[in-house]
């Protein structure tokens, strides 16, 4: 049976891996393969990592790598997201787990792929209703004050493992008491162990490529052995654990993983779970597609490709359902990970779904021989790779260009660092569209004159122009909508109480975008007002949008002045008319 | 001691009775003291029935009549307004002190005073922290169509005591239901007196001033004479249950009214209280708010006078904490009430201070009087007078004006009448300013030309331009910021790739009035993206402040165009030369 053209179109408009595979040869699965190569060995060390960051047991960060990454490949569009655990994500599900006030390991991992399965259903919901431009509510200073705020929170966190300690806290300040709690209980052993393999990482991502480069070594092999310092830090350290017997001294190890591929998982549908993590999914999922889509398309336009963002929704969407199904946390694309993905050469998203069969044979094989791996060297994998993320500049570079934009990343970037990346994120859309709204509502009004020998109209007060006391013009910088009506009606009534005088007023609207109907009411107002006080009121420089508006309402009956095509007619029909 | 005069203006400017009240004369008196007794007879039978409205004992409407007049005259800016019990304030506070659930009378009338406290401090707080322009974000339809649910909703809501039955409800839903399932238990001799004064209100509202007119008598006083409508109502049902003994079959009664002036009363500090009525305080205050500035200023512009919004809010916050510590409970500006206060001649606040005697004297003298006074009366008196608020033009005229604002309208009433007020008011609120989020996000963006002969540049898709294909210019009709910066960079994007030789995107910014920093990312990324393309970028017309902020930053030193003054020059200057 033929299936309908238009609807085999839908259906690889949902399932972009019909495009590729359709072109998929010999040459894009060399490439994919040898990507999916390097980022396995750099995915297994850090998804047992962001697994411990999120507070869960290691095997799901590796469960969160098989099947999740499967899911992206058939439906997501980028062609280089790596996606997975990434370390923001984790720290927002330890929060959003942290919440419930769990004990039993076992509701704590429900409560996970719960939280994933909620993500997964949002994501898709959103893109399925094309609402992807909800992200870009998130403003990008705000986006840069969190991740970096949240790097610095997951680094605090990870303190305890490299001191050997039992801290607890999801924010900076309780993390920092904790820490000086227990300070009489810091392991040596641990301390030790934690901070050279700290010192190694640095090392490597500092100082390692440069010395392989200096060997005579090709750059793209020391850049990927450079990538591999983890994997060396993690063996290493397990083989001093296990050689040394180190946990009976008080180093923490991984322990048990249990061997295999991942367990078929269902997640709860209790409403009450549903309701305490419903919030916390929308945060994970507003966020993990922002950072996500700001990866892949980086990636994408550097290959002159697109993505569509409301197909990245499904991807991610899909994603975070398959890691739901099979014993994972929430996922979403990775930035460096995808990055090492992109530079490894990955053709498509093949290299996603082969590096899921790397981790599914580390799943199944290499477990066991993780069971002295000492927490400290995950944390320390952490911290290395999250401290890359802070950056103050953004501060900096907000200060300069706008107080308004400054007020938001500070504020964003405290709160995430005081009371936990939940609220300060949440602070930070808030107060962005808070103050935009504020803004908007107090617009900049300018009184404008004539460039002379040019049609051109500016302030009168930043330029030389010509003006007459009988007409005041006046240039709205703002669309006139409910939040500033009043604003509106007090400014003309300002600017007409005085000695001069004045017969005409026009608003030149060549930045209003958008009249509302409030706004129409005030409009009214002050064409009645003058009117009673002998003056009229005309408009210039109408758009096509607004005016066609207008003309569905009486307003431009009762105009007591006219509608003029441009301020230059205004300005020429008003202006008396010398003899 | 003489008083620095700064001071003494500060102190002035918080107390405006200090003004007014120094060229008090006879003249004001007089003609305050007759305003003063024709809205003492008009406030009685309104503040028992509002009372009642609210679900409190009727005595508290009276002291909310009391006081709360007198702060207002000391406190306010408006010369008219009448303060004191309105229907639409009753009616929320019907619904916060529902949702709690309390059944003891003391409990009730504790919240009631405790939530008139709560309104007065958080009035206050915005007054002194310049925050009236909150208001503004309640916009005109949102408001309209509030109001007229509300007006519904409680009508619906005094019909139970028109019929005699025991209904309750929040929402016409619940409100119908309770009076459908009720429907054996009416009392014919309740229905009887309500209908017939229902009746009789209806046509003093109509009939009754033209045949006084028609009987010769001067305008005010068949005005005066209508107003008394209602008083008349009250004597005449009175003397009727009284006489015929008619609250022995069944007709409620307002029963035992007790004598003497309010009494002192002190709100609940109780945390757990507080919280559980803040959010029902926020939108009471700012729906109050927004009432009684609305009626305030349009009766100060008919004699060309102004009000202070942010002392206004102080002016309503001292009437509420009044309220709170004489047993009333919230009280705002009443549009009716102003205006009969208006048109009987008031010329300053002291009209009210003379109100409040009058009720103090009411409250002192008269309530054993009003013993069989029928509560179908009251609910009569309200419904005629709410059914004057219900208007839903406004859905028609939004329909036709602008689809957006039809939606706020809509769904504000809709939820007002099927989840309550505060609900209907919330959503109106939220829907409005999404809506605008939303279409800021999405802009208007036009392809313009030169318009023939002129320097005007308009929508080569309106208007007969002029155009080279080695130039795009497009006009950006909204301000660049975070919620609109990933659309302008897909728009650019968009636009170039065709086969068009375009060497130069020039962005018209007359209606750009910010770039914020997300923005600002992305014109350095679009300015990348066409680097790379061998496009360069232009932008003309940038506004004074927008380019003294660009002037901060990076952008204007990596740009590969220029920036021009007018959209004119840009034009002349990058169109190609002939020869």
Redesign the interface.
């Known amino acids: 049976m033929k299936m309908p053209s238009s609807m085999y179109g839908r259906i690889k408009q949902y399932v972009p891996m019909l495009e590729w595979a359709s072109v998929y040869n010999s040459n894009s699965f060399t490439s994919d393969a040898v990507a999916a190569i390097i980022v396995t060995i750099m995915l297994i060390p850090q998804s047992l990592a962001y697994a411990l960051l999120a507070g869960l047991p290691a095997e799901m960060g590796l469960y969160a790598s098989i099947l999740p990454l499967v899911a992206y490949a058939i439906f997501g569009t980028s062609r280089a997201l790596a996606v997975g655990p990434v370390a923001v994500v984790s720290l927002m599900t330890a929060a959003a787990i942290g919440n419930l006030g769990l004990t039993s390991p076992s509701d704590i991992a429900l409560a996970a792929v719960t939280l994933a399965f909620i993500s997964g259903v949002i994501l898709i919901a959103m893109g399925v209703l094309r609402l992807g ?1 909800l992200a ?7 986006i840069a004050g969190f991740i970096t705020a949240s790097g610095l929170l997951i680094a605090a966190s990870q303190l305890k493992h490299i001191l050997g300690v039992d801290a607890h806290g999801h924010t900076l300040v309780e993390l920092i008491f904790s820490l000086v709690d227990h300070r009489d209980m810091i392991n040596p052993i641990t301390l030790g162990l934690g901070a050279s393999t700290l010192a190694f990482l640095f090392w490597v991502r500092k100082g390692l490529k440069p010395a392989l480069l200096n060997m005579g070594l090709a750059p793209r092999t020391a850049d990927i052995l450079a990538k591999a310092g983890p994997v060396g830090a993690v063996v290493v350290t397990t083989l001093i654990t296990f050689l040394f017997d180190l946990s009976s001294h008080g180093v923490k190890i991984v322990g048990t993983v249990p061997m295999g591929l991942p367990p078929l998982t269902t997640p709860s549908f209790s409403p009450a779970l549903w309701g305490q993590l419903l919030m916390s999914g929308v945060l994970i999922s507003l966020i993990g597609f922002v950072e996500s889509v700001s990866v892949a398309s980086t990636l994408a ?1 550097k290959k002159r490709q697109r993505i569509a963002p409301d197909q990245e929704l499904i991807g991610l969407g899909a994603s975070n359902i398959a890691s739901a199904v099979s014993g994972g946390y929430p996922v979403t694309g990775g930035f460096a990970r995808s990055v090492v993905n992109f530079d490894a050469g990955a053709e498509t998203p093949a290299a996603g779904a082969f590096t899921a069969i790397g981790i599914g044979f580390a799943a199944l094989l290499l477990t066991p021989l993780l069971f002295f791996l000492p927490k400290a060297t995950l944390a320390a994998t952490i911290i290395v790779a999250v401290l890359s993320l802070v950056d103050f500049s953004v501060l900096k ?2 200060w ?3 107080k ?2 400054f007020a938001a990343v500070f504020a964003t970037i405290v709160l995430t660092l005081g009371f936990g990346v939940e609220a300060g994120v949440s602070a930070g859309v808030l107060l ?2 808070g103050l ?9 009004v ?1 009184e404008v004159g004539l ?1 002379a020998g ?3 109209f ?2 009168i007060n ?1 330029h030389e122009v010509e003006t007459y006391p009988n007409l005041v013009t006046l240039r709205v ?3 006139l ?7 509106l009606q007090d400014m003309v009534y300002d600017r007409i109480a005085c000695e001069q005088p004045i017969r005409h007023v026009v608003l030149m609207c ?5 009249i ?3 706004a ?2 005030s409009l009214e107002a002050i064409n009645h ?1 003058l009117r009673d006080l002998g003056v009229k009121l005309h408009l210039s420089e109408v ?3 607004v005016m066609d ?1 207008l003309k ?2 009486h307003f431009l009956n009762d105009l007591t002045g006219q509608v003029f ?2 301020q ?1 007619d205004a300005f020429q029909s008003l202006k008396p008319q010398q003899i």
């Open positions: 431009f870009n509510f998130l403003s990008h200073p705000v336009a570079n907000a300069s260009y706008s308004v934009d962005s569209i935009f709204l504020y803004k908007t509502s107090k617009p900049h300018a460039v040019t049609e051109h500016r302030n930043r910088d703002e669309s909508y409910f939040a500033n009506a009043a604003f060549s930045a209003v975008n958008e509302d109907m409030s129409l009411e007002r758009k096509g949008p508006r569905c309402s095509l441009s230059f």
